[in-house]
């Protein structure tokens, strides 16, 4: 007889049920959600991060219960927040959040750090993480754009499947990616607020990546909190089953994010009960419900079984699922944290990775008269929030949900400390030969960062303009999780260094480059508006950028900095530009001085279509590294795929005509026939 064969149906819906650490961790209740109800999964920390000691006897008292006190013995999955490393061990190896990982244009520095994330997960005894974040950053205001990989479907597409399989590379540990589908989009910028799109937007800018993880085999997703015109994703069969299922051929495990099952009774009104919500999200297609700390859940669903209104294969089908991804990672003979793993957490080579990647997130947004790099002999005056504190270094979801509470970090560097090593600090602008001003956010996580301004605080941008009021020389270095407006001090300023929220390692990145002991090569994986009310995306079309003269140009494109913005200390140039079929060839050469890396990219745009095509969008990548006079021919292939788009019906369209293809200044126009 199969294990499933031999659970009772409460034993089965137990599986299907998620507590979070802080309703069990009591050891009564443990047990009363283990034994007497049969829980399944548990997730979360309570408020900090937990030792690796204190989660391996963490782990082991939970699995005791679970093993030895049960009459399956069926071990607990437990899922973790690991979303930019192993941000909730202490001492775990801190990356830049994801929109950092992104400028890097690098998909296989995003597999190592995400293997890296992996090896400290399985050494702190948890096997199943609810990263990558895959949902496409396309509104700023959204307080969880960091998590994102950017605004561009491609971009994210490539960098998510990067992600999914270094995670998952040792096979013993599950991604997630999250939150399908369209959370990213809210109206407002709020967090968990509605988005309102329509399919062929979903289609063509929210569900690339999603596909793209399913197939690179991705063990499970976590559905979006919201909800697209009104329907919340996780009431939403066709969403769901249809298309993620369906479509998608997802096969892994469907969990829903924190208590969203509830939500659609008391938050969206659409399920009048709470077991009208139940059936809902089931009938949807939902496996496991992150309740996340009662047991409302469970109790309805059994009512609706023995009332005849869910039938028990569904309950089946759900539970082969959970079952299943628990024998895939192993945990079925390893319930327990392994001991030798844990010489795999953050070593020298994983912080090395944490290093390369601060380095490369790095993006150089302006750079008048070469004010950088500084001379090593330079006097610096440096000042700005960001100057001292580990928080706005690390963002959100670092040792603590917030981020906010530096106590909990190892022992780590401010850029004050960072730079103090390097060169002379000195205490006026008066005194300095240039002025360092470092501004931004400090950490959020969720909507504890929801803002109704996408502006700098007005404190920071007044300091930013009395440093550059001075006279001295002023680079602005921007520690922030999303684009702050900053156009009034942007002008100002002869530097700007975007640094994201680049982790652990940070300080001494942005020191590295500050200094020219690294030479920039991250490129903005977003559009950085100017004004907070002109949101426009790169792959706008031409009547979202009509100008308000009469002759209404297609010009009102104004960014502060376009998407893939990047500069270098060195200089590249292109030549060459060809199209033969869908191979489209370019010649890239350092032209300055240094060695240094350039993100080649290449944008395609169709010149008339059925439904009106995007001025450009992005259609392939890569890196070279070249050194000074050195060329690269880098080839790319194209495909009819990726020259098609969504069309009115929500299926992908190729219409055959006239094409450009556009890397960096230069343009070719070619045609592909029917
Ligand atoms: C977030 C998810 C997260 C979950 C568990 C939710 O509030 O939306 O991204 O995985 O909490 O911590």
Redesign the pocket.
């Known amino acids: 007889m199969s294990l499933l064969d031999r659970m009772t149906l409460e034993e089965k819906i137990g599986q299907m049920t998620q507590l ?1 650490l802080g309703a069990v961790i009591d050891s009564a209740r443990l047990r009363e959600a283990i034994v007497t109800r049969h829980v399944g999964s548990i ?2 920390v309570v408020d900090t991060a937990l030792t690796l000691d204190g989660w391996h006897a963490l782990i082991r008292r939970i699995q005791d219960i679970a093993t030895k006190d049960t009459r399956l013995g069926m071990p607990i999955l437990y ?3 690991f ?1 930019h490393g192993a941000n909730y061990t202490r001492g775990g190896t801190i990356f830049p959040h994801n929109i950092g990982m992104a400028a890097t244009f690098d998909p296989d520095l995003v597999r190592e750090a995400a293997e890296v994330t992996a090896r400290e997960a399985l050494a702190s005894g948890l096997p199943w993480n ?1 990263a990558p ?1 895959l949902d496409v950053g396309r509104q700023p205001l959204w307080p ?1 754009f960091y ?1 994102t990989f950017g605004e561009d479907p491609y971009l994210a597409a490539r960098l998510g499947e990067a992600a999914v399989t270094g995670m998952q590379s040792s096979g013993r540990v599950a991604a ?1 990616m ?2 399908y589908l369209g959370y990213s989009a809210p109206r407002t910028g709020w967090d ?1 607020t509605p988005a309102a799109l329509t399919e062929r937007d979903v289609r063509e800018h929210f569900l690339p990546p999603f596909r793209a993880a399913a197939a690179a085999g991705a063990d499970a997703v ?1 559905l979006n ?1 919201g909800d697209i015109d009104g329907m919340p994703v996780h009431a939403s069969r066709r969403w769901v089953t249809d298309v993620l299922r369906g479509e998608l051929g997802f096969k892994g495990v469907i969990v829903t ?2 208590a969203d099952v509830t939500f659609l009774h008391t938050r969206h009104h659409v399920a009048p009960t709470m077991r009208d919500a139940v059936r809902l999200a089931i009938n949807a297609g939902i496996d496991m419900c ?1 309740t ?1 700390d009662n047991y409302e859940f469970a109790d309805e669903l059994l009512a609706l079984v023995r009332d005849g209104t869910i039938p028990e294969h569904r309950i089946d089908e759900s539970v082969r699922r959970i079952l299943n991804l628990k024998t895939k990672l192993g945990l079925l003979s390893h319930p327990y944290p392994d001991d030798a793993a844990q010489a795999e957490f953050a070593t020298d080579a994983s912080r090395r990775v944490a290093q390369r990647a601060a380095r490369a997130s790095i993006t150089l947004l302006k750079n008048d008269g070469h004010v950088l790099p500084l001379q090593k002999s330079a006097r610096v005056f440096l000042t700005g929030p960001g100057a001292t504190s580990l928080t706005m270094l690390n963002g959100g979801w670092t040792y603590t ?1 917030q981020g906010t509470d530096a106590s909990h970090f190892p022992d780590a560097p401010t850029l004050r400390d960072a730079l103090r090593r390097r060169v002379q600090l000195v205490e006026s602008p008066a005194e300095a030969d240039v002025a360092v001003v470092v501004l931004g956010e400090d950490a959020y996580a ?1 909507w504890v960062g929801d803002i109704d301004d996408l502006t700098l605080p007005e404190p920071q941008l007044a300091l930013a303009k009395s440093v550059e009021g001075k006279g001295v020389p002023t680079v602005l270095v921007l520690l922030e999780g999303r684009p702050r407006i900053i156009r009034d001090v942007a002008d100002g300023a002869k530097g700007i260094v975007m640094a994201y929220w680049p982790g652990m390692r940070g300080a001494e990145a942005i020191a590295d480059v500050l200094l020219g002991d690294v030479n920039p090569s991250g490129r903005l994986p977003f559009t950085y508006p100017r004004y907070p009310n002109a949101l426009i995306l790169d792959d706008h079309r031409f009547t979202e950028i009509l100008s308000r003269g009469f002759d209404r140009k297609p010009d009102a494109f104004y960014p502060q900095f376009a998407f893939g913005t990047g500069l270098s200390y060195t200089t590249f140039a292109y030549r060459d530009l060809r199209v033969d079929g869908l191979t489209v060839r370019v010649t890239v050469t350092n032209t300055g001085t240094r060695q240094g890396r350039d993100a080649v990219l290449l944008f395609t745009h169709q010149h008339y279509a059925s439904l009106a095509p995007a001025v450009r969008r992005l259609a392939r990548f890569t890196t070279v590294d070249l050194v000074p006079g050195e060329s690269r021919v880098v080839t790319f292939t194209l495909s009819r795929e990726t020259l098609s788009y969504v069309g009115q019906d929500g299926r992908p369209v190729f219409e055959a005509g006239a094409f450009d293809a556009m890397v960096g200044d230069l343009t070719t126009t070619f045609t592909v026939g029917p």
Do not use: A
């Open positions: 979070t997730l979360n899922g973790i927040d979303v609810f974040v969880r998590e997630t999250k939150h968990r976590m909190s994010d924190y992150m996340p949900w969720e």
